[in-house]
């Protein structure tokens, strides 16, 4: 049996795909988040020192 798997072009925001509210707000939050993330292994950064 084979299937068919669909395929959505995404708006380039996946919260706006997946019709959650506030997808802009909720954008720029996981983006900032990853941000943070990136410079604190940049930066070799320990839990505590991070924080």
Do not use: C, W
């Not at 983006?31 to 292994?41: G, Q, V």
């Amino acid at each position: 049996m084979t299937q068919k798997n669909e395929v959505h072009v995404s708006s380039g925001n996946i919260f706006a795909d997946l019709g959650l509210p506030n997808p802009e707000e909720r954008l720029v939050k996981a983006e900032l988040a990853r941000k943070i993330s990136e410079t604190i292994n940049y930066r070799k950064l320990a839990q505590v020192q991070a924080a």
